[in-house]
């Protein structure tokens, strides 16, 4: 034994030496390699167990600790997403190693940043749902919490975004090709999930009545362990991903036969489930293999969480909601309450008023979007045949729950209807949100603005029956990743001016607020933004081969492409500041640059276009000599996290621009402003109380409100034809869209993104999203950011009061108030 503790100590030793022994010892013996003819990622696979070595002994300890103390609760996070990115350089700061790591490789020719940057970017995730998971791992493991993700290992992340003559083309990200350092794989503690089959029932040795799911179908559930390392604490969480392989591998049954293809069929099926994320952000698609993968996942990790109690606690379930509480990320986990329910009556045998009593005490449900686009509704037909016991145990909660309404609210058909987990029509569905909500004793919106949206329309009949049930949790994300790895400099900066502190307890940048007017500080700060717009536009450069200027207003949206983004919003103000300098090659404007990044859903024909769209208008621009270098428009492909990271230190102006009410908080917006950036953007999400925290002087802030909006809309009078019709920079710009200006080889191209706007496509209204309403409000502040850049002094100043001001959205902050008012950890 003593033996082991001594490798343990040589294989985690920080002596640069050992360092470097054992990434040799890695490389050679590990991966078979030696110095001379691996390659960088060869060498970054050692790297990474070199840390990995570092970080399993305190997994070890971590876990060893949940599992000996009875008194703790443990948090689990259901998410059907984890963006988690790269993990040497976020684990080798969490570790504090980064120093030593860095010197041991320097020694023998290695550069740490560039080793980190062949890592894969782990892409399991759409958007802003996603990432928000992983900085909440991040958050729960530095605040030492008990904290688990669950989720799916997709074969294939998001797909990578190629541009073919300026149209969206998607290839496979096949991130695992190389092997994955940071995952274990946990064969022993693989489980079966169940699909298909039907419901009996039965009677007991006691008499009681009854069910079991039989002549199922069944696939294994293959957990793969990634540590979540905590900030300098010691502490290492788990993300268990669920990989779905075949009981059988092969069929010889078939195969004996002759039955080639039908012998591997099985495997196929099986191993299909976890094959790929669905790409469609904030978009419902309703097919059978999600469902699939949402109950895969879920029934999975239920099996896992109850072993874990049983192994700790025994079979008492009355305990189990003390000792445990499920967060469901979004309704894409929901299932997660029908499956308790089933293992409660029909594995553990409870009475059905012990399994709800258990069941609604241990979920709690988040909401992240309020677009009707985005909510799962499952056919009953579908949902029958694959989980008939599940759709039965739903008619029942449906049912009691239906019957306490009507107590509650006599003769309210309405109400009735509208809280049913049931919708009644053409074809009957299953309402996800109803169920999340019946499901929980907690439901919470995202930022302010959007749980009263919740409270006082989307969820307005459930907030009459349950207002206690309702709370608000502002988004956050993590400073780790956000400022400390993807801002060295800034970080550097700010560290030796107000100590490190800031790491762990975001609000600590309170105290650059003294520097604001200390202008050998701000021209120190400005430089750090100058070398962060440098490395961008190498990038750029080299990759896109655009010279862009450092010296221009580096102005970016980076986000999904949706209509409601209004990225379209954007573009008409690029078009209108080209045609002024066109009119006038010597126009006063500071040279701006704009900067796009983010994929369209590959189904999502609109989006599709405005990429192509934002891409013409760069080619036309980018290669007009009239303009110089005063106008530059760079779509940079395949935005993921590791991207963000290099383009939102670089930012001078943030474009947060969705229609008002859409956005239910957006959290890009938060990272932007956290490195410096001042926000152009709607009285939408998150925006609004980011403009509360830094000072309305501090924000450009413009166009119509979620109030003004709705009221709009609700009085038939917004007409965009005739605002076209009267305001000639409009007409300009939307008959250029229409005309092929922007595309001359294909001049119809663009029409329905006109006809869109200005007459309605398919039915819908013309100009949904609003982006003639606000098109004079977005055009005036950006009017005012021209003005204000010009003042050096003044605008840096405004930057760092954002930096100062943002701490409140730290996600250590939104960890706490979930921690504390609804996991009562
Ligand atoms: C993402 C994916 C899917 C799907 O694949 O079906 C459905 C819905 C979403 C989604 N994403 N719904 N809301 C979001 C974003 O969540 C973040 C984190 O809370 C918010 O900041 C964004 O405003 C919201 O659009």
């Known amino acids: 034994m003593q ?102 490789m320097e020694e023998i020719g290695l550069s740490l940043e560039e080793l980190s940057e062949i890592e894969p970017d782990a892409g399991l995730g759409n958007g802003g749902l996603g990432r928000l998971a992983a900085c909440f791992l991040d958050s729960i493991a530095t605040l030492g919490y008990p904290g688990y993700g669950y989720g799916i290992r997709y074969d294939y992340g998001i797909f990578k975004q190629v541009f073919e003559n300026g149209f969206q083309k998607e290839l496979p990200d096949d991130w695992l090709k190389n092997g994955y350092p940071w995952e274990i794989e946990r064969k022993d503690r693989t489980v079966k999930v169940k699909f298909f089959g039907r419901s009996e029932s039965y009677k007991d040795d006691n008499g009681n009545l009854r069910f079991r799911w039989i002549d199922t179908y069944e696939v294994l559930a293959v957990p793969y362990d990634i540590p979540i390392v905590g900030y300098g604490n010691n502490v290492v969480n788990t993300l268990r991903l669920w990989s779905a392989k075949p009981i059988n591998e092969f069929d010889f049954d078939n195969f004996q036969k002759g039955n080639y293809l039908k012998a591997s069929e099985s495997k196929i099926l099986s191993e299909s489930i976890s094959k790929v994320l ?170 302010k603005l959007h749980t009263e949206i919740l409270k006082n329309k989307v969820f307005k009949d459930f907030y009459d029956i349950w207002p206690e049930k309702f709370n608000n949790k502002t988004n956050g994300i993590t400073q780790r990743r956000w400022l400390l790895e993807s801002n060295p400099e800034l970080s550097q900066l700010i560290t030796e ?83 002024i300098l066109k009119e006038n090659p010597n126009h006063d404007m500071v040279p701006r640059t704009f900067v796009f990044g983010g994929k369209a859903a590959p189904g999502y024909r609109m989006a599709k276009l405005i990429i192509k769209l934002i891409n013409s208008i760069a080619d036309v621009i980018n290669n007009d000599k009239d303009i110089g270098n005063k106008l530059k428009v760079v779509f940079i492909p395949n935005y993921n996290v590791s991207l963000a990271e290099l383009i939102i230190p670089a930012a001078n102006v943030s474009e947060q621009i969705s229609t008002a009410g859409k956005e239910a908080s957006g959290t890009g917006n938060m990272k932007f402003a956290l490195n410096g950036a001042l926000t152009i953007g709607t009285l939408d999400g998150a ?60 001049p119809h191209l663009f029409t329905d993104i006109f006809h869109s706007l200005l007459f309605g496509l398919n039915g819908s209204e013309p100009d949904q999203y609003m982006h003639l309403a606000d098109f004079d409000s977005y055009k005036t502040k950006h009017k005012e950011i021209d003005k204000l850049y010009r003042n050096k002094i003044a605008w840096n100043k405004k930057a760092l009061l954002n930096v100062a001001r943002v701490g409140i959205f730290s996600s250590d902050r939104t960890i706490k108030e979930y921690a504390e008012d609804i996991w009562k950890l």
């Open 3 to 104: 033996q082991n503790y001594k490798n343990h100590r040589i294989r985690t030793s920080l002596n640069p030496e050992l360092i470097q022994q054992n990434f040799i010892d890695h490389l050679n013996l590990t991966i078979g390699k030696d110095f001379k003819n691996a390659s960088l990622y060869d060498k970054f696979h050692a790297l990474s167990l070199i840390v990995k070595d570092k970080v399993v002994e305190k997994w070890l300890e971590t876990q060893k600790k949940y599992y000996n103390n009875n008194n703790i609760k443990r948090v689990y996070y259901l998410s059907i997403e984890f963006l988690i990115g790269r993990l040497l350089y976020n684990n080798i700061l969490n570790l504090k190693i980064d120093n030593e790591i860095k010197k041991a």
């Open 278 to 447: 669905y790409p469609n952000d904030s978009f419902y698609a309703g097919r059978e293999l999600r469902l699939k993968q949402e109950f895969f996942f879920v029934s999975a990790s239920l099996q896992d969480i109850i072993r874990r109690y049983k192994s700790q606690f025994g079979r008492n379930f009355e305990h189990f909601p003390e000792k445990n509480v499920i967060q469901l990320n979004d309704t894409h986990p929901a299932l997660a309450v029908p499956e308790l329910m089933r293992i409660l009556l029909d594995e553990e045998f409870l009475s059905w008023e012990k399994a709800w009593n258990i069941t609604k005490k241990t979920f709690a449900y988040t909401n992240h979007t309020v677009m009707p686009e985005a909510l799962e509704k499952w056919e009953v037909h579908l949902f029958e045949k694959l989980l008939p016991r599940h759709l039965e145990i739903l008619y029942e909660i449906n049912a009691r729950f239906l019957d306490s309404v009507s107590k509650k609210f006599p003769n309210n058909i309405q109400k009735i209807r509208n809280v049913s987990i049931f919708e009644e029509g053409n074809t009957k569905q299953i309402r996800m949100a109803n169920l999340s909500i019946v499901g929980s004793f907690s439901v919470n919106g995202v930022s």
């Open 497 to 579: 001016t107000i100590g490190d502190k800031w790491i762990i307890d975001l609000n600590h940048l309170q105290n650059l607020e003294r520097f604001s007017s200390d202008s050998s500080f701000l021209e120190k700060f400005y430089k750090v933004k100058q070398s962060n717009k440098t490395k961008l536009s190498n990038y750029i450069f080299k990759n896109l081969d655009i010279k862009v200027d450092p010296e221009s207003i580096f102005d970016i949206q980076v986000k999904r492409i949706h209509e409601y983004k209004r990225q379209l919003l954007n573009a008409m103000h690029i078009i209108h500041l080209y045609f």
């Open 687 to 746: 925006n609004i109380e980011i403009k509360e925290c830094v000072g309305e002087d501090n924000i450009f802030i413009f166009g119509l409100n979620a109030d003004q909006v709705i009221r709009l809309k609700e009085s038939r009078l917004y007409n965009p034809y005739e605002i076209y019709l009267k305001n000639e920079n409009l007409r300009k710009i939307l008959d250029a869209i229409n005309s092929g200006y922007f595309n001359k080889d294909n």
